[in-house]
T-cell receptor, first 115, second 111 residues
Framework: EAGVAQSPRYKIIEKRQSVAFWCNPI?????LYWYQQILGQGPKLLIQ????????DSQLPKDRFSAERLKGVDSTLKIQPAKLEDSAVYLC?????????????FGDGTRLSIL | GENVEQHPSTLSVQEGDSAVIKCTYS??????FPWYKQELGKGPQLIID?????GEKKDQRIAVTLNKTAKHFSLHITETQPEDSAVYFC??????????FGTGTRLTIIP
């Protein structure tokens, strides 16, 4: 089974520019997550989708971050405008369905550097 | 609040010896505890998980133990090999379908 696919792998932009990341979850997985992982830390949840609806976006900085999953499959995460503190790895994960105790499977992430 | 503490932050072990990483959590409502291995430039890979109705689970050289009373769980790796070198993260689901991660342990296996 193919894993979670993310692109691009790396992105370098200047502060105040915009950037977008793409994620394709494991086929059949209803739940999709975006995490931010700052160097030396564990992943921190930004947003959770169940099919094409948002379940939890309480940790998403909505003044600059947005995400969508229009058809309940692929998802995009956007940052506009970027700040220096947004430098991190952005990880996408998916799980078969919602509900406690569902294993989450991660992609390899997009490493974002803000100059 | 929901918090997971992980120790140690770094661990060096002679090849063939055992490695143990410990995590404690704050909320007794937690019911699912996965462990992830993250290699350089890769995403976290699920290596083992345990649910609150089980005290111990083993998969070849890897085992996880859970003590719900003390609110802590541990990862045990036996007969360590160079390819076990990575950063390991524990996590907890506090019953709200979200994972809270520990701060990670950098494990180095010394040949």
């Amino acid at each position: 089974e193919a894993g979670v696919a993310q692109s691009p792998r790396y992105k370098i932009i200047e502060k105040r520019q915009s950037v977008a990341f793409w994620c394709n979850p494991i086929s059949g997985h209803a739940t999709l997550y975006w995490y931010q992982q700052i160097l030396g830390q564990g992943p921190k949840l930004l947003i959770q989708f169940q099919n094409n609806g948002v379940v939890d976006d309480s940790q998403l900085p909505k003044d600059r971050f947005s995400a969508e999953r229009l058809k309940g499959v692929d998802s995009t995460l956007k940052i506009q405008p970027a700040k220096l503190e947004d430098s991190a790895v952005y990880l996408c994960a998916s799980s078969l369905q919602a509900g406690g105790g569902q294993p989450q499977h991660f992609g390899d992430g997009t490493r974002l550097s803000i100059l | 609040g929901e918090n997971v503490e992980q120790h140690p932050s770094t661990l060096s072990v002679q090849e063939g010896d055992s490695a143990v990483i410990k995590c404690t959590y704050s909320d007794s409502a937690s019911n699912y505890f996965p462990w992830y291995k993250q290699e350089l430039g890769k995403g976290p890979q699920l290596i083992i998980d345990i649910r609150s109705n089980v005290g111990e689970k083993k998969d070849q050289r890897i085992a996880v133990t859970l003590n719900k009373t003390a609110k802590h769980f541990s990862l045990h790796i036996t007969e360590t090999q160079p390819e076990d070198s990575a950063v390991y993260f524990c996590a907890a689901d506090f019953g709200n379908e979200k994972l809270t991660f520990g701060t990670g342990t950098r494990l180095t296996i010394i040949p």
